[in-house]
């Protein structure tokens, strides 16, 4: 194996990723003079850069992906004994691990039964959006085939999942986007569209209201984050889940919950959806799944929404699609493995007793700098909004927030916040450190952020 280069071997390569690599939601016009961040090393929830510097990354990779942290040599090592037996077959054959992660998964997600492997979350939520359209034809006669999305929510970087998603600058210019996606509104009660105190019923209710106004007959999918992950980290309200799942059997519209974010113990659970005692029809599944080790994305149904897709005399019947990389057998290994870390080292409990020492410090910080207006989440997935003026809830602009993340930065820890999503609301810290967060690790992010809100709002 080669030696991890040093920050006096590293100059080449920063030549190579300045002129050759395109990096994801970063514009390059700074790196022109300013040196591209290469990450070149990371162990538990530590990472080092090829400066040499040391940060403690409180987001998990950036995009709440690495739950059992960094430098597991048993998923290493679970993955690369896999490649060498079997590496990869198209998944029109099964696999040893597949076959495997699949049964033990479902061992978590009661009421499901079958499980379509993927490579990326958007992809996996395609998958879904197909899967409704193919059953509104072959069983609606071309009937309940729109699909209905949530304001502030994201659901992936495709046309069709972007048509689906509620974060208008994420979506603009890519489009014209297809026909047959419809926004309901969101339910963040802390911006509040009505004056009302049962706000989780009356936002589930708004639902309702876009169906009757489509027409009930046109209508075959809800697809919903359990909490509101990029739009701002929002946790429903009380009593909006069970309205929501009211609402979808009454109108025989099927729900599809996207865990991409919260999926594999984020919220002190196996999934987000799990918190709120509802059955959905679709789960999907990505980051957490293999933590960042391999490439994997599931998309998880009911026994019923198969059978749908049988037929001894329809030969396009079936369902006719294939991922390619959904055949790699590394990506079901890698998540076998990181399925018994979080079992056995008991990660969901960390979770939940780190998520609530991390939401205790925040509300201390709340207390102490009028900036931050609000503190939600659930697990080790929280977020605080800043605003100018707690009163009118006006949101600080989005040069303060960026300030808030050099600062934290420069501190030796890095967070997140939402940007590029919800014009005049990408006001949010973000905070997802792994699931293997200590006590030390929960009081340095919020020590660093203290000083950078001390520093930033002067």
Same mark, same amino acid.
């Given at each position: 194996?080669?030696?991890?280069?040093? @920050?006096?071997?590293?100059?080449?390569?920063?030549?190579?990723?300045?002129?050759?690599?395109?990096?994801?939601?970063?514009?390059?016009? @700074?790196? /022109?003079?300013?040196?591209?961040?290469?990450?070149?090393?990371?162990?538990?929830? +530590? %990472?080092?850069?090829?400066?040499?510097?040391?940060?403690?990354?409180?987001?998990?990779?950036?995009?709440?992906?690495?739950?059992?942290?960094?430098?597991?040599?048993?998923?290493?090592?679970?993955?690369?004994?896999?490649? %060498?037996?079997?590496?990869?077959? $198209?998944?029109?054959?099964?696999?040893?691990?597949?076959?495997?992660?699949? /049964?033990?998964?479902?061992?978590?997600?009661?009421?499901?039964?079958? %499980?379509?492997? !993927?490579?990326?979350?958007?992809? $996996?939520?395609?998958?879904?959006?197909?899967?409704?359209?193919?059953?509104?034809?072959?069983?609606?006669?071309?009937? =309940?085939?729109?699909?209905?999305?949530?304001?502030?929510?994201?659901?992936?970087?495709?046309?069709?999942?972007?048509? $689906?998603?509620?974060?208008?600058?994420?979506?603009?210019?890519?489009?014209?986007?297809?026909?047959?996606?419809?926004?309901?509104?969101?339910?963040?009660?802390?911006? +509040?569209?009505?004056?009302?105190?049962?706000?989780?019923?009356?936002?589930?209710?708004? &639902?309702?209201?876009?169906?009757?106004?489509?027409?009930?007959?046109?209508?075959?999918?809800?697809?919903?984050?359990?909490?509101?992950?990029?739009?701002?980290?929002?946790?429903? @309200? =009380?009593?909006?889940?069970?309205?929501?799942?009211? &609402?979808?059997?009454?109108?025989?519209?099927?729900?599809?919950?996207?865990?991409?974010?919260?999926?594999?113990?984020?919220?002190?659970?196996?999934?987000?959806?799990?918190?709120?005692?509802?059955?959905?029809?679709?789960?999907?599944?990505?980051?957490?799944?293999?933590?960042?080790?391999?490439?994997?994305?599931?998309?998880?149904?009911?026994?019923?929404?198969?059978?749908?897709?049988?037929?001894?005399?329809?030969?396009?019947?079936?369902?006719? *699609?294939?991922?390619?990389?959904?055949?790699?057998?590394?990506?079901?290994?890698?998540?076998?493995?990181?399925?018994?870390? &979080?079992?056995?080292?008991?990660?969901?409990?960390?979770?939940? $007793?780190?998520?609530?020492?991390?939401?205790? !410090?925040?509300?201390?910080? =709340?207390? +102490?700098?009028?900036?931050?207006?609000?503190?939600?989440?659930?697990?080790?997935?929280?977020?605080?909004?800043?605003?100018?003026?707690?009163?009118?809830?006006?949101?600080?602009?989005? +040069?303060?927030?960026?300030?808030?993340?050099?600062?934290?930065?420069?501190?030796?820890?890095?967070?997140?916040?939402? !940007?590029?999503?919800?014009?005049?609301?990408?006001?949010?810290?973000?905070?997802?450190?792994?699931?293997?967060?200590?006590?030390?690790?929960? *009081?340095?992010?919020?020590?660093?952020?203290?000083?950078?809100?001390?520093?930033?709002?002067?």
């Amino acid at each position: 194996m080669n030696a991890v280069p040093q @920050p006096n071997d590293m100059r080449p390569i920063i030549e190579a990723d300045r002129r050759h690599v395109w990096h994801h939601m970063l514009q390059h016009k @700074p790196l /022109e003079t300013n040196d591209p961040r290469i990450i070149v090393e990371g162990k538990g929830l +530590k %990472v080092w850069d090829a400066a040499g510097r040391e940060y403690l990354d409180a987001l998990s990779g950036g995009v709440w992906t690495v739950n059992v942290g960094y430098g597991r040599t048993s998923i290493a090592d679970a993955v690369r004994d896999q490649l %060498v037996r079997m590496n990869y077959f $198209a998944q029109s054959a099964g696999s040893i691990p597949a076959a495997r992660f699949a /049964e033990k998964l479902l061992e978590k997600m009661p009421g499901l039964s079958r %499980v379509y492997f !993927n490579n990326s979350g958007s992809e $996996a939520n395609e998958k879904v959006f197909k899967m409704v359209r193919q059953i509104a034809q072959r069983h609606h006669g071309g009937g =309940k085939w729109k699909i209905l999305y949530r304001e502030r929510d994201y659901h992936g970087t495709t046309i069709a999942t972007l048509a $689906a998603g509620g974060q208008p600058e994420r979506a603009a210019m890519y489009g014209p986007y297809p026909d047959g996606f419809v926004m309901v509104p969101h339910c963040l009660e802390y911006r +509040k569209q009505w004056d009302v105190g049962n706000y989780g019923e009356r936002a589930a209710d708004a &639902i309702e209201e876009v169906i009757l106004r489509e027409g009930p007959e046109t209508v075959g999918l809800l697809c919903l984050e359990p909490i509101t992950a990029g739009g701002g980290v929002i946790v429903p @309200p =009380k009593g909006y889940w069970e309205r929501v799942q009211e &609402i979808c059997r009454k109108y025989d519209i099927l729900l599809h919950i996207d865990e991409v974010v919260c999926g594999l113990g984020r919220t002190g659970t196996w999934f987000g959806y799990q918190n709120f005692g509802i059955q959905p029809d679709f789960v999907t599944m990505a980051k957490g799944v293999a933590s960042g080790y391999a490439a994997i994305s599931c998309t998880v149904t009911t026994e019923a929404v198969f059978e749908m897709f049988k037929s001894a005399a329809d030969p396009m019947a079936h369902f006719r *699609d294939i991922s390619t990389f959904g055949g790699c057998a590394g990506g079901p290994a890698a998540a076998l493995e990181n399925m018994r870390i &979080i079992e056995d080292e008991h990660l969901l409990e960390n979770c939940l $007793a780190m998520g609530a020492r991390l939401r205790a !410090n925040l509300e201390a910080l =709340k207390d +102490k700098h009028a900036v931050i207006g609000d503190v939600r989440g659930m697990g080790l997935f929280q977020g605080a909004e800043l605003v100018k003026d707690r009163a009118t809830k006006e949101p600080v602009d989005e +040069k303060s927030i960026a300030r808030v993340i050099a600062e934290t930065t420069a501190r030796g820890v890095m967070i997140g916040a939402s !940007n590029r999503s919800v014009p005049g609301l990408n006001n949010v810290l973000c905070l997802a450190p792994a699931l293997v967060a200590s006590v030390y690790d929960i *009081d340095a992010i919020t020590t660093a952020i203290d000083e950078a809100l001390t520093v930033a709002f002067a």
